[in-house]
């Protein structure tokens, strides 16, 4: 985000989009993470809960490399939440589902924030509407981003939890040795926009649809 305004100059959108990944950062980047550590809780594992984690409070979910790439270019992560899945009555079901808890909040936050967006749309007409209408879609754009970069099947990624359905532990433990190289080779794909540009790809198929079938009940104003 904070690359557009280098590249492209100032303007209030781009800054209102600065804004928005602010928001991203200390508001709906800590749901995702509770997300997380609310289903392991559910499912019997409480070891996020032990190390604080069953929280709201950023502060106890906030990467600075992590959130430096969602101001930057949109994409990025959070501390990972703590979980032993031995103490999961099915491990493997119990990792997926743990993982897949945080994209799935980015997409219903994603959701509710295309929602606002139409209704500034609709019922606001003034330059304060206009905005919102962009603090939202970015904000929405934000959220659908994060849970398609949280889906990649590498570690530290949520993706790479999922994957555990699919791969033998002992491979996945292997790769996660090598999780610091991992993420540094991430941050430097996205910041040169050779990770980005797919991405970004995938980001706009999916939220195109969410906007198409969330807009339906407004077609006619929005038309």
Known sequence: MLFNIIRNGFSIQALVGVVSSLFVVFCTLPIHEFAHAWTAD??????????GRLTLNPMAHL??????????????YAKPVPVNPR??????AGMALTAFAGPLSNL????????????CIVFLGSSF??????????????????????LIPIPPLDGSRIATLMIPRKYYFE?????????????????????????????????????????????????
């Open 42 to 51: 559910k499912l019997g594992d409480d070891t996020a809960r032990i190390n």
């Open 87 to 92: 103490r999961f009555k099915n491990p493997k």
């Open 129 to 150: 509407g206009k905005i919102l209408e962009y603090f939202f879609f970015y904000a929405a754009y934000i959220n659908v981003s994060l849970a398609v970069f949280n």
């Open 175 to 223: 790769i996660m040795k090598y999780e610091r190289y991992i993420m540094i080779g991430l941050f430097v794909l996205l910041i040169t926009g050779i990770l980005t540009r797919p991405l970004a790809f995938l980001s706009d198929a999916v939220l195109s649809g969410m906007t198409h079938v969330i807009g339906l009940p407004f077609a006619k104003m929005l038309s």
């Open 108 to 119: 219903i936050m994603a959701a509710l924030f295309i929602l606002f967006r139409d209704i």
């Open 63 to 76: 990467d600075l490399w992590g959130c430096l790439m969602i101001i930057l270019v949109g994409f990025g």
